[in-house]
């Protein structure tokens, strides 16, 4: 929506940043928020627990924190299990080996951070 920009999306690859002089409507804006390290990110998930992610269900750090929103999830029947896209505050996932919960239906789930690559040629990506 209007609210979130390409960066917070997983699409700075869109924007043509070079050459430097090239100007836009909108640089200054992107320029900011590019050098910003609380901007939030675009993550995979993977759950751990049972459920089936979907958006708009809130991520939240271990200890319970708000992490962020999933935008879009589902299950995976290449992986056989739930996936997601999740919006996160980079600064709060601390845990170091990606671990964090998901919201649903009133109980956090356990889940893990992951690239946002899957499936790769109908095969799951090593470490999934």
Known sequence: DETVGPLES???????????????????ALTALRDDPERRRLVGLLLT?????RAHQTVLTVDGTPLGEITSGGFSPTLERSIAFARIRPGLLDTGDGTCAVEIRGKAVPARVVKTTFVRHGKPVQGL
Do not use: K, S
Request: charged fraction near 25%.
């Open 49 to 53: 627990g049972r459920g089936v992610l």
């Open 10 to 28: 997983g699409l700075a690859w869109t924007v043509a940043w070079d050459p430097a002089e090239r100007d836009f409507i909108g640089r200054p």
